[in-house]
């Protein structure tokens, strides 16, 4: 079998074609500077050579501050473009900050084994807050919660301290069948005790002691003693 190479000729108008197309073509080049400016999503870079009005590209995670040295994409006609933060100056007396931005639209991070954060704080701020997980472990030496309104369904609810203080304005509480075991004291101290039961209720002691400082009243159908 024979293959046969051919060449094409070339044509002196596909030639200017050529080189138009080569002339418009724009060479990128690669300069470090210091933002002197910012405003709106636009970042003044200056150098010795050049001054340049550059944007941050949307794979840029930490954003730019004032002072920062950073290397900086001239692409000419198509703009320049912030490719990396080189050196950030921290303050006098205050650590080196680095705020991350994601895009406007929803981020999601997709980890086929752990995530583990490592920091001495750590801060949520958003307007709505979800979570959803088979199990949770919560280990904290203190813990305090401020909220407007709290609603809490579980299956089941086990409470262990040894300590528990509670002051509220109203308790209401309803139950199929509640009880309560004490090995201590059981005290009610308030203005206005009323106990009612539909069927029956027992009141059983070793010494039972009814004291009326005015008034003792025992009031019923049929009232038996002994």
């Not at 320049?80 to 991350?100: C, D």
């Not at 904290?140 to 309104?149: F, K, L």
């Not at 409470?159 to 509220?168: D, E, V, Y």
């Amino acid at each position: 079998m024979t293959i046969a190479n051919r060449s094409i000729p070339i044509s002196h108008r596909s030639r200017r074609r050529l080189r138009a197309r080569e002339s418009h073509r724009t060479t990128a080049h690669w300069n470090v500077g210091v933002i002197v400016d910012m405003r709106d999503d636009l970042f003044t870079v200056a150098s010795e050579q050049v001054s340049l009005e550059a944007r941050v590209p949307f794979s840029c995670l930490v954003v730019p501050a004032l002072g920062d040295t950073v290397s900086c994409l001239d692409a000419g006609a198509n703009g320049a473009w912030i490719g990396s933060i080189l050196a950030r100056q921290a303050r006098t007396g205050h650590a080196t900050v680095a705020p991350l931005h994601l895009s406007t639209g929803p981020v999601t991070w997709n980890v086929e084994g752990g995530l583990a954060i490592a920091v001495k704080r750590f801060s949520v701020d958003a307007e709505e807050f979800h979570m959803a997980t088979r199990s949770i472990d919560v280990t904290a030496d203190r813990a305090h919660v401020v909220v407007e309104g709290l609603r809490f369904i579980a299956g089941a609810i086990k409470l262990i301290a040894s300590t528990l203080s509670s002051a509220m304005t109203r308790v209401q509480h309803f139950s199929e069948s509640y009880a309560r075991s004490t090995t201590g004291l059981d005290r009610v101290s308030a203005g206005h005790v009323e106990v009612e039961a539909e069927t029956l209720m027992h009141l059983k002691s070793q010494h039972t002691m009814v004291d009326g400082s005015k008034l003792v009243k025992a009031r019923g159908g049929q009232i038996h003693f002994g």
